[in-house]
T-cell receptor, first 114, second 112 residues
Framework: ETGVTQSPTHLIKTRGQQVTLRCSSQ?????VSWYQQALGQGPQFIFQ???????GRGNFPPRFSGLQFPNYSSELNVNALELDDSALYLC?????????????FGPGTRLTVT | GQSLEQPSEVTAVEGAIVQINCTYQ??????LSWYQQHDGGAPTFLSY????GLEETGRFSSFLSRSDSYGYLLLQELQMKDSASYFC?????????????FGKGTKLSVIP
């Protein structure tokens, strides 16, 4: 059974640019959530996707957007990057019927904005 | 608003028992989860309490009191590999979905 994978592992972008991060959910998991984790902090919920629809959003501006595909993989897009967007971006998938309490996290993408 | 409070750091001796507390304030509360994260690694699920009481999984136990908005994670027979950050996370309902809200984490250092 393949776990949650994310790409790329590291990324350096310039302020104002746009970035796309990718996530493949664990086999059989139909719900994907994205989190931002700043250094020394807990993960902050960005949004969740279920059946290709956004199904809940945290306190993040509209320049953070996402997609979920029929195979349940997902993308996180961030436009107009700001220095404060530098963080570890985590993707987590959940199996059907479990709600969101047990989530399986990927290794994350470390984004640095200069 | 929502808030979760947990100690920022805890140090304990190998073989000992340590308890990490978590208090929360949130609307739409469903349950409390605990996650472990080693430096440079991804969070991994440890336990979940949807009802009051104690849940035990091997060396780890977790407790919830909904009336006190309080929970804790208990780690027994501490091992060096338990050195990591531990996060409590509230499962809450909001805008038609269930969401996880994480605390800031407790950094546990296990010393010989």
């Amino acid at each position: 059974e393949t776990g949650v994978t994310q790409s790329p592992t590291h990324l350096i972008k310039t302020r104002g640019q746009q970035v796309t991060l990718r996530c493949s959910s664990q086999s059989g998991h139909n719900t994907v959530s994205w989190y931002q984790q700043a250094l020394g902090q807990g993960p902050q919920f960005i949004f969740q996707y279920y059946r290709e629809e956004e199904n809940g959003r945290g306190n993040f501006p509209p320049r953070f957007s996402g997609l979920q595909f029929p195979n349940y993989s997902s993308e996180l897009n961030v436009n107009a990057l700001e220095l404060d967007d530098s963080a570890l971006y985590l993707c987590a998938s959940s199996p059907p019927g479990q709600g969101s309490y047990e989530q399986y996290f990927g290794p994350g993408t470390r984004l640095t904005v200069t | 608003g929502q808030s979760l409070e947990q100690p920022s750091e805890v140090t304990a001796v190998e073989g000992a028992i340590v308890q990490i507390n978590c208090t929360y304030q949130t609307s739409g509360f469903y349950g409390l989860s605990w996650y472990q994260q080693h430096d440079g690694g991804a969070p991994t699920f440890l336990s979940y309490n949807g009802l009051d009481g104690l849940e035990e999984t091997g060396r780890f136990s977790s407790f919830l009191s909904r009336s006190d908005s309080y929970g804790y994670l208990l780690l027994q027979e501490l091992q060096m590999k338990d050195s990591a950050s531990y996060f409590c996370a509230v499962k809450r309902s909001g805008a038609g979905s269930y969401q996880l809200t994480f605390g800031k984490g407790t950094k546990l250092s296990v010393i010989p």
